[in-house]
């Protein structure tokens, strides 16, 4: 069985983890850029995209995991200055071809500073024809997402370009009547292989991304290859499972 896991942070991972999900059927990943410390400037911001995008990629790729990097300005992860700056990277990464997608991006507070980064994201994303990866927050995740939905529905034209991550159950009807990508994250503190069941049960398998969400919190590095034994045990169709964990993922992002 292979997969890919289509939210990672693996720089804050060991190599053996990486050789582990190599040897054990994990394909590819997509790499976000979240680093949860605010910085000071605009230089901060840049060395850790260069670092995502150069020594990162070149530790997976010595593992034999095919890769899709996301770059993008997480909220918690605003500089305190030269802001202008920062976005101006955003933009040059993708004028030079160097991201696949824009994530992880987001709202944490709703704050007008907050939207304002996003909107302006988004819109390079836009321009590039680039997919997004939404972060939902883990506070005050229903207003939030409500505010954010907004946003996503007037800034991107094609609503199946665009992953709401890190959903809990209840707020997948909201992204689900949006036309937005699902994206589920086996991790504790938001969802186990059984509550994955249960969605693909009520929802169906079409347009949900599985992924560990893999970084610094707790989490498995294979959460999704995990997760597609626990389906197939409880009765879920291969090709259902197949989709969740590969072809959805593979779909939006390698080609």
Same mark, same amino acid.
């Given at each position: 069985? %292979?997969?890919?896991?289509?939210?990672?942070?693996? +720089? #804050?991972?060991?190599?053996?983890?990486?050789?582990?999900?190599?040897? =054990?059927?994990?394909?590819?990943? /997509?790499?976000? =850029?979240?680093?949860?410390? %605010?910085?000071?400037? =605009?230089?901060?911001? +840049?060395?850790? #995209?260069?670092?995502?995008?150069?020594?990162? @990629?070149? !530790?997976?790729?010595?593992?034999?995991?095919?890769?899709?990097?996301?770059?993008?300005?997480?909220?918690?992860?605003?500089?305190? +200055?030269?802001?202008?700056?920062?976005?101006?990277?955003?933009?040059?990464?993708?004028?030079?071809?160097?991201?696949?997608?824009?994530?992880?991006?987001?709202?944490?507070?709703?704050?007008?500073?907050?939207?304002?980064?996003?909107?302006?994201?988004? !819109?390079?994303?836009?321009? +590039?024809?680039?997919?997004?990866? #939404?972060? @939902?927050?883990?506070?005050?995740?229903?207003?939030?997402?409500? %505010?954010?939905?907004?946003?996503?529905?007037?800034?991107?034209?094609?609503?199946?370009?665009?992953?709401?991550?890190? *959903?809990?159950?209840?707020?997948?009807?909201? /992204? !689900?009547?949006?036309?937005?990508?699902?994206?589920?994250?086996?991790?504790?503190?938001?969802?186990?292989?059984?509550? /994955?069941?249960?969605?693909?049960?009520?929802?169906?398998?079409?347009?949900? *991304?599985?992924?560990?969400?893999?970084?610094?919190?707790?989490?498995?590095?294979?959460?999704?290859?995990?997760?597609?034994?626990?389906?197939? !045990?409880?009765?879920?169709?291969?090709?259902?499972? &197949? &989709?969740? @964990?590969?072809?959805?993922?593979?779909?939006?992002?390698?080609?």
């Amino acid at each position: 069985m %292979k997969c890919i896991d289509s939210n990672t942070h693996t +720089y #804050f991972r060991g190599l053996e983890d990486l050789e582990l999900m190599s040897v =054990s059927g994990v394909e590819g990943v /997509v790499l976000c =850029s979240r680093f949860p410390v %605010k910085p000071t400037g =605009s230089s901060t911001v +840049y060395d850790f #995209f260069k670092w995502l995008m150069e020594e990162e @990629t070149a !530790r997976l790729a010595s593992c034999g995991i095919d890769f899709r990097v996301a770059v993008g300005i997480h909220p918690s992860f605003i500089p305190k +200055y030269e802001l202008d700056q920062a976005i101006e990277r955003v933009l040059a990464i993708f004028d030079n071809d160097l991201a696949n997608a824009l994530g992880e991006v987001g709202l944490e507070t709703g704050s007008e500073e907050e939207v304002d980064v996003l909107v302006k994201q988004l !819109r390079i994303a836009v321009e +590039y024809d680039k997919p997004v990866i #939404f972060s @939902t927050p883990r506070r005050n995740r229903e207003p939030i997402l409500e %505010k954010a939905l907004k946003i996503l529905r007037d800034e991107c034209p094609d609503p199946s370009r665009v992953v709401v991550d890190h *959903l809990v159950p209840e707020l997948i009807p909201l /992204v !689900r009547e949006s036309g937005l990508k699902i994206g589920l994250t086996i991790q504790p503190g938001l969802l186990t292989p059984a509550d /994955v069941k249960s969605i693909i049960e009520k929802y169906g398998s079409e347009g949900i *991304l599985l992924n560990s969400g893999l970084g610094s919190e707790p989490s498995d590095p294979l959460a999704v290859l995990r997760t597609a034994k626990y389906l197939d !045990r409880a009765g879920i169709g291969g090709k259902e499972i &197949q &989709q969740v @964990t590969y072809y959805n993922a593979r779909s939006l992002f390698w080609f």
